[in-house]
T-cell receptor, first 118, second 115 residues
């Protein structure tokens, strides 16, 4: 199983709503990521979790709050978003952080959640 | 800081013709290099990767890429394109930070396939 599963596939939310994006992998990967992709642009890294601890936060606004409840799950909690936050949110995972135990592996991406903020 | 440049925003190719997508990177150390493909509204699928060793890398779907350190390039090629290859292609360079892995993507090249 080399799959990263994201739910929901589509989400429309108002600017006062609170919602969560979910990501799940069962490959035993210990590094998980959130990326944001605007239309016709490349993905941009938001957060990295390594061994269930937040290791990189790319200066993301606090209205985005990541959570890693266990090694298989990654959530992104959304609150008071703005219309400009509308984008495709991609989750990814990789075996580990590069360099740990000499391992370098690729990142596997989910299909994404298409978020529209109205 | 690392960066990736994909000079071609769009490429149109006839079905059955060859395809080459250019990628140039800027990174001080030996880079980890990747090519991903993305169909509309979908996630990213890894085509191939280069970490070390043989500079000609074979990937899935008949793609290959060649790492040229002297030119800081990692161009993607396919000898004969199929209509299903129409998609967005992203070159990416990976950086191993103490805090974790960072992938920096190029701007992407959209490939259109003519029948």
């Amino acid at each position: 199983d080399t799959e990263v599963t994201q739910t929901p596939k589509h989400l429309v939310m108002g600017m006062t709503n609170k919602k969560s994006l979910k990501c799940e992998q069962h490959m035993g990967h210990r590094a998980m990521y959130w990326y944001k992709q605007k239309a016709k642009k490349p993905p941009e890294l938001m957060f990295v979790y390594s061994y269930e601890k937040l290791s990189i936060n790319e200066s993301v606004p606090s209205r985005f709050s990541p959570e890693c409840p266990n090694s298989s799950l990654l959530n992104l909690h959304l609150h008071a978003l703005q219309p400009e936050d509308s984008a495709l949110y991609l989750c990814a995972s990789s075996q580990t952080v590069w360099g740990v135990e000499g391992v370098v592996t690729e990142a596997f991406f989910g299909q994404g959640t298409r978020l529209t903020v109205v | 800081a690392q960066s990736v440049t994909q000079p071609d925003i769009h490429i149109t190719v006839s079905e059955g013709a060859s395809l080459e997508l250019r990628c140039n990177y800027s990174y001080g150390a030996t880079p980890y290099l990747f090519w991903y493909v993305q169909s509309p509204g979908q996630g990213l699928q890894l085509l191939l990767k280069y970490f070390s060793g043989d500079t000609l890398v074979q990937g899935i779907k008949g793609f290959e890429a060649e790492f040229k350190r002297s030119q800081s390039s990692f161009n993607l090629r396919k000898p004969s394109v199929h209509w299903s290859d129409a998609a967005e292609y992203f070159c990416a360079v990976g950086e191993n930070e103490a805090a974790g892995n960072k992938l920096t993507f190029g701007g992407g090249t959209r490939v259109l396939v003519k029948p």
